[in-house]
């Protein structure tokens, strides 16, 4: 080594080594609890498939049947979802009585006498759209949303506050199932006259 002393050359390994650069630490796993539950689990799992082949049947036909319930009852809850959110169409042919806004708001009293008071919130928000419709405030539409008739409303800047505030019950009573009964429904229609929402023009 050139002549070099051992003990020098140590020296100098030492302090180059000693370097921030040269300081390795393990840094800390976050998921690290969870893979120790997972490698048990597996190893449960595995060990049950040796040791009690039936056992292990059994466990398996059970986790496949809870998730095809979870998946039905996602499907189910999606379904829902959808029908209640989409306002229906209005009713056309021979025969069939006009979906307008006397319909809706008679459905409303009817659903409300029943005690269906979030059910006839969400009918008297279709017969105060179709009125608001008829003045040319907004434009119904089937597939609309209430938040998008709030956007596209032309009211006065008052007026859209207030419709604004009507769409949020709304969705409260019906969506967010928030307790609705008599009083919140009277509360609600004395809200949702048509007069009450000026156009900006």
């Not at 040791?51 to 999606?78: D, E, I, N, Q, S």
């Not at 009713?91 to 459905?107: F, K, N, S, V």
């Not at 009211?155 to 949020?168: H, I, K, T, W």
Request: some cysteine; hydrophobic content about 45%.
């Amino acid at each position: 080594m050139n002549g070099q002393h051992p003990d020098s050359l140590r020296a100098v390994l030492d302090s180059v080594f000693a370097a921030p650069a040269y300081k390795w630490v393990q840094r800390p796993d976050p998921f690290a609890a969870l893979k120790r539950v997972r490698d048990a689990i597996w190893h449960w799992f595995t060990g049950l498939h040796d040791m009690h082949p039936f056992g292990f049947r059994v466990v398996l036909y059970a986790l496949v049947l809870a998730m095809l319930a979870v998946v039905v009852r996602a499907g189910w809850t999606f379904i829902n979802t959808v029908h209640s959110t989409d306002p229906a169409p209005a009713a056309t042919g021979p025969g069939l009585i006009p979906r307008d806004q006397a319909w809706y708001r008679g459905e409303a009293d009817r659903l409300a006498a029943s005690g269906r008071f979030a059910e006839a919130i969400q009918a008297d928000f279709l017969a105060l759209v179709l009125a608001l419709d008829a003045r040319s405030v907004l434009r119904f539409h089937p597939s609309k949303t209430p938040g998008e008739y709030v956007r596209e409303s032309q009211l006065a800047p008052g007026a859209r506050d207030e419709f604004r505030d009507l769409v949020r019950r709304l969705y409260r009573y019906a969506f967010a199932r928030s307790p609705c009964g008599p009083a919140e429904f009277a509360d609600w229609r004395a809200s949702a006259t048509p007069e009450r929402y000026a156009s900006a023009n």
